[in-house]
């Protein structure tokens, strides 16, 4: 941006001037008045005073014309600083300062840069929600399309299965199978995730009976937990209990995607416990699988924790994860 008038240079130009020219006038004063017609002499003494008053006014003048310059050049960067740290909410940004286009100083360029800044920041941000639409579309739609041909496959298998075949083909359509459902899980994590992330299930808040919702959160999953010969202990106090200000159906699904998590990856150890601590005010929940680190477990830590991290964060929460060879430990409490 070129620079088409400088501010300090104008304020020395003007104060130097201000300070030369009376004592440019001063000489030709002393000048005129030594070589008057009559030849008169000026009396020393007055012109001393003539001087010392001259001089005082000079003083005088610098010191209010400087108090004004520096209340004035006070006054607009106050104002400049006001306008860049108003306080504004997560989705919007300061607004644009005004400033002279046709004489710039260096304090309408400051004011420039911040306003192309917001401009650059708001092009940012609108071009960021343009491709999260895209992308949360693109997703919506690939997690669709991709259903028909799993489908396809999948009666294909069914129809196999109805054929002779051998041990190790009948091994191989089961992990066909096998394989075919965990795809389609991880479709509708991944569907789950861009749903929850676009803002399509909305939160809701309210006092929350911890103890009751992991209640019924077992009791929804004992059967299953049952069907897979896992045993359940449950450690849920009847009488103790606590409250935190979440919305239920968001508990109820990363409770759902840690129990989903056992049934997955910690099967074999044939072992889950939940337990609620209302003393430390938390949800633990326990299995005797290989642990976080074991390939199996890790092929499928990744959308649906990810899920669940981000609602936990949303409701102020934090699951800390304690896992080993010997099985994993989440414990989900207060952020």
């Known amino acids: 941006m070129k620079q088409t008038r400088s501010l300090f240079r104008r304020f020395l130009k003007g104060h130097f001037l201000f300070i030369f020219s009376p004592l440019i006038m001063l000489i030709f004063f002393s000048a005129f008045f030594g070589s008057s017609i009559h030849g008169a002499k000026l009396n020393t003494l007055k012109l001393f005073y003539v001087t010392l008053l001259l001089f005082g006014f000079i003083i005088i003048a610098f010191v209010v014309m400087s108090w004004v310059f520096f209340l004035r050049l006070r006054k607009r960067l106050t104002r400049l600083q006001e306008v860049m740290s108003s306080p504004t909410d997560h989705n919007s940004f300061p607004k644009p300062i005004s400033v002279r286009t046709d004489r710039m100083d260096e304090i309408d360029q400051l004011g ?138 968001w508990i109820t699904r990363v409770l759902d995607n840690l129990f989903q998590n056992i049934l997955r990856h910690a099967a074999e150890g044939k072992y889950a416990k939940i337990a609620v601590d209302a003393a430390k005010e938390q949800i633990i929940v326990t299995d005797r699988g290989p642990g976080m680190d074991n390939s199996s477990y890790e092929r499928g830590a990744g959308i649906g924790l990810a899920a669940s991290n981000y609602m936990l964060q949303k409701m102020k929460l934090k699951a800390d994860f304690t896992s080993h060879e010997n099985g994993t430990i989440v414990a989900i409490g207060r952020a």
């Open 112 to 249: 420039s840069s911040f306003n192309w800044m917001i401009q650059q920041l708001e092009d940012s941000r609108k071009r960021e929600y343009e491709e999260k639409l895209l992308r949360n579309r693109l997703i919506a739609n690939l997690s669709h399309d991709l259903r028909t041909p799993l489908t396809i496959l999948r009666g294909h298998i069914i129809r196999l299965n109805k054929e002779s075949v051998s041990l190790e083909g009948q091994s191989s359509l089961t992990e066909m199978n096998h394989t075919i459902t965990r795809v389609g899980d991880l479709m509708d994590d991944l569907l789950s995730y861009t749903l929850l992330t676009s803002g399509k299930h909305p939160y809701r808040p309210a006092s929350t009976d911890i103890g009751r919702l992991v209640r019924a959160s077992v009791a929804a999953w004992y059967p299953v937990f049952e069907e897979k010969e896992i045993q359940i202990e449950v450690d849920l106090p009847a009488e103790e209990t606590f409250y935190w200000e979440v919305d239920p159906k």
